[in-house]
């Protein structure tokens, strides 16, 4: 069962590694080295979602991301919650829920073919490490509010499954990269922009999901930036450089966007312990095990439902 095609399955991946601002248009840029370790903050937004606004100002080192947000709602005039009610009536099933799952802020972790990336979201805290060079990973996710959590190993293969839910294509898009380039923290970046082809229509049609075929992208990468680190996002594409920033157009309006972005990048020594998760048992075989982690990762992104019969937590 293929839960990547539920709405809060398709939000797991912006939990993976989040981004952040840093972006503007540049003209020569200074030489930069290239990127072999350091940290990375990410930040994700959706531009034009009400829920944006609000949730972006959300701070997780302060803790209980759910007061948070009651505080922020309890803050709101007369006026400014019309005004929020009235645009948040226009929003797809899909995006509202999307909006209040996903993650606005994260860090990565990274040295040479290692990373490991952390991030919070209402509901949840994730982290996530991955091996380039053995193909395997560990992805750990726990609840903000109970003490349940799911961790479990992948491969690489696994990773479109597990978040990797768009899945850009020659035989469904085309791709043009064009001389536009910009700064995106710090690092020059290309711009190529990929258009869904006219009858590669979407798989994912059902009311409240998201299209796993978006009807454009556009995509920054940097020679700077390890072509590695481009398994943190939801979005595969084969790209030979580092993703920087990643604007995913979902409809043909362009009024339903996500926009994925580094926002600072401090090259810096990295320890095995800032790669290193820490468990619970059980630790699950995503392979082995893909039904159970797909439930218990649901109920736990939901708000931390009740456990599927037989659970071990």
């Known amino acids: 069962m293929r839960f990547a095609r539920s709405f809060a399955w398709s939000f797991l991946p912006f939990a993976a590694l989040l981004v952040a601002a840093g972006y503007s248009p540049t003209a020569p840029a200074p030489a930069v080295a290239a990127f072999t370790q350091g940290i990375i903050t990410t930040k994700v937004s959706l531009p ?7 949730l972006s100002k959300l701070d997780p080192a302060k803790g209980n991301l759910q ?8 803050g709101l005039t007369p006026a400014e919650q019309q005004k929020f009610q009235a645009e948040a009536a226009k929003l797809s099933p899909a995006m509202t829920i999307g909006a209040l799952m996903l993650p606005r802020k994260g860090t990565i972790y990274c040295r040479g073919q290692e990373a490991r990336a952390t991030t919070d979201a209402l509901t949840y805290h994730l982290e996530n490490y991955f091996n380039n060079a053995t193909n395997k990973g560990l992805l750990l996710l726990s609840s903000q509010s109970t003490p349940q959590t799911v961790n479990y190993t992948y491969d690489a293969a696994s990773v479109k499954k597990t978040w990797q839910t768009i ?19 710090g690092y ?8 869904l082809k006219p009858g590669a229509a979407a798989t994912t049609t059902e009311p409240g999901q998201i299209s796993d075929k978006p009807v454009a992208l556009d995509v920054w990468t940097s ?3 390890p072509q590695s680190l481009n398994f943190a996002h939801p979005v595969y594409v084969a790209e030979a ?12 309006e362009r009024k339903q966007q996500l926009v994925y972005e580094f926002a600072s990048v401090q090259p810096k020594a990295i320890t095995d312990q800032d790669l290193k998760i820490k468990t619970t048992a059980p630790v699950l075989d995503y392979a082995k095990d893909e039904m159970q982690v797909a439930m218990k990762t649901l109920a736990l992104m939901m708000g931390g439902g009740p456990q599927p019969a037989g659970s071990d937590d």
């Open 188 to 195: 020059l970046s290309k711009k190529t922009v990929y258009t």
């Open 67 to 74: 007061a948070q947000m009651q505080q922020l709602a309890a």
């Open 167 to 185: 899945v850009v294509t020659a035989q469904d898009y085309t791709s043009k990269t064009g001389p536009e380039t910009a700064l995106v923290a």
């Open 241 to 252: 450089h580092g993703i920087t920033r990643l604007v995913v157009y979902f409809d043909k």
């Open 48 to 54: 034009g979602n009400p829920y944006d606004k609000y």
């Open 223 to 225: 020679a700077q930036i």
